[in-house]
């Protein structure tokens, strides 16, 4: 979980301030952003391993279409996160995805 | 959890517009304005669609960065959000036939009927497959662009930009104007492509305040210190030990060269999103010159199908301003349905806006040419993943379609490809390039998935819920009202 993959955030128009939990880590998020926008922003991730070889893999597409950005919220899985709007105290989890339970592979 | 949209009747409007982008807004506006019932609904909470995304509430404070091409959405949205239509925002539509369509907003879903049905669904990225495409660090040029609009936020440092099509060149600046170190703009676009696109040179010409755009955004990244490389190929992307991209390497007039890079932007031009076009037994055919499928529409955007019209880049790519005055086409069209407008005074009505999408679609053309992705991209060698979901290379597709695999439904069985949850959205252009390639017909030969609803997740709880219908209409008024 190195933070030099993080999003950079620029000079922003004032907005709220939204307290979430990323894998029971608390996080800063700007109200109205993605779920996945917040945890790029972290430099958290990669935010799930895949069923089939439990390959690490991360938010691609940011609009809907790849589904790269599964992740459990709020108790709910396999929910897109960049399509998630965060909330306060909101509770995500990276899903690991191996179908067959196996060592953490990455 | 007791909401007030509880109301058991199920709702009718004379037009429900899926999509509130350009077209959808425009289209609003005006049948609104021509006395239709409208609903529209979105997937975002806020109007705009990609282009326009959060244009109403920008995160970045600088307005230079995404430029007056961005802003020019405001008016669009203000009159959108000030006219008398229903705007079901924060909802994706999982399902929808002829008459009627279902939703899903705040994890509940909603039947609404309607008489006419207009989707303004836009574009997606087309799928760009190179090996190491699913290394994370590795995001499209649209994914950058949404973050900056709707978060103000800029990739890790270094960037790199790959690939080839005008937001390639759009992304580069904006990410330099808001202060990004880009390391190097790769272009992949084929040499052979220049040459073909002068053929179509004519258009070019009247089209020639989009060149000069071009040009700006050439001279800025050249006044930028940035490295521009082009005739790119053999791309790919190499991650470090915890699976994070670290470096690409490329080649370049026949050597290897490689970058350290924290992020690789990627795109290959946009494709109409065929998914709910699909769902819904439109006829698409194979576009040959934009390399995608596209439903088969009239100049009014009417389809196949009586009551459904469509309008913007998902009835074929076009841009934002075609998209717009598609959009105020296609209203004038659904209220002469309707009785609303005569068919004279439609037709009186459309000329100008025909005239003026005849002048903005002039460029077309030449675009098209100039930035067909090179074949690499298309049909990927045998090694890369074509479908992530899964995980099935190209090689895998290429077998079976040789062992006798007619097609991308049987592919499904045989290799699993199309079977995740992106549900074909990121492999079936792909994937039928492939079959074809390999059994050596036309791509229209080989087709495309079936496309089955529900085309968006959805729960089993929110299925039984809705053996109730709730009106998803008063549901978005209320919640409007509570705001
Ligand atoms: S990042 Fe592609 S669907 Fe969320």
Sequence with gaps: MASDSAFKRLPANPAAVVNIWVEGQPITARAGESVAAAVLAAGLGPTRTTPVSAAPRAPYCMMGVCFECLMEIDGQPNSQGCMTQVSEGMQVRFQQGAREPLENAS | ?483
């Design chain 2, 1 to 483: 959890m007791t909401r007030a949209d509880s109301n058991t009747s199920t709702d009718y409007v004379d037009l429900a517009i899926i999509g509130s982008g350009p077209a959808g807004m425009a289209a609003a506006i005006d049948a609104a304005e021509l006395g239709l019932r409208v609903a529209v609904i979105d997937e975002q909470p806020l109007p705009g669609g990609q282009i326009y995304r959060q244009v109403s509430q920008p995160a970045l404070q600088d307005r230079s960065v995404l430029g007056p091409d961005y802003y020019y959405g405001e008016s669009l949205v203000k009159q959108f959000s000030t006219a008398a239509i229903e705007r079901i925002g924060n909802a994706s539509v999982w399902e929808a036939s002829a008459n009627h369509l279902c939703l899903t907003r705040d994890g509940r879903s909603h039947q609404l009927h309607f008489k006419t049905l207009l989707l303004a669904t836009g574009a997606q990225e087309r799928p760009v497959p190179f090996p190491g495409w699913t290394t994370p660090g590795v995001m499209t040029c649209g994914a950058a662009q949404i973050m900056l609009k709707s978060s103000g936020l800029a990739p890790a440092e270094p960037v790199v930009i790959a690939g080839s099509g005008p937001l390639l060149l759009l992304v580069a600046c904006q990410l330099l104007r808001a202060g990004i170190r880009i390391e190097a703009l790769l272009e992949t676009t084929p040499a052979a492509n220049y040459r073909d696109a002068l053929k179509a040179l004519a258009g070019a010409v009247s089209g020639w305040r989009y060149l000069l755009k071009g040009a700006r955004l050439m001279a800025e990244l050249k006044r930028g210190g940035v490295n521009r490389r082009s005739g790119i190929t053999n791309l790919r992307a190499l991650a470090d030990n915890q699976g994070k991209l670290d470096r690409i390497s490329y080649h370049h007039r026949g050597r290897e060269h490689q970058l350290a890079c924290r992020t690789l932007l990627v795109h290959q031009g946009v494709v109409p999103n065929v998914q709910l076009s699909r769902a819904l037994g439109i006829d698409h055919h194979w576009d040959e010159l934009q390399q995608c499928w596209r439903p088969g529409i009239d100049r009014w955007g009417a389809s196949s199908t009586a009551n459904i019209f469509m309008a913007g880049d998902g009835g074929g790519i076009g841009g934002a301003l075609v998209a717009e005055l598609q959009g105020r086409i296609a209203a004038l069209a659904i209220a002469a349905q309707r009785k609303q407008l005569s068919d004279s005074e439609r037709d009186a009505r459309a000329a100008p806006l025909q005239r003026e999408l005849e002048r903005q679609l002039a460029i077309r053309p030449f675009l098209d040419r100039l930035y067909r992705p090179a074949p690499a991209f298309l049909r990927p060698a045998d090694e890369t993943l074509v479908c992530r979901c899964e995980e099935v290379t190209a090689g895998e597709i290429r077998r079976i379609a040789r062992e006798g695999c007619a097609g991308p439904n049987q592919a499904k069985a045989f290799s699993r490809a199309g079977m995740g949850p992106c549900q074909g959205r990121l492999c079936g252009l792909t994937v039928s390039q492939l079959m074809a390639e390999a059994r050596e017909v036309p791509v229209s030969e080989v087709g495309y998935y079936r496309i089955r609803s529900p085309i968006k997740p959805i729960t089993l709880g929110e299925l039984a819920a809705m053996a109730a219908p709730t009106n998803p209409v008063k549901a978005a008024r209320k919640s409007a009202q509570k705001g």
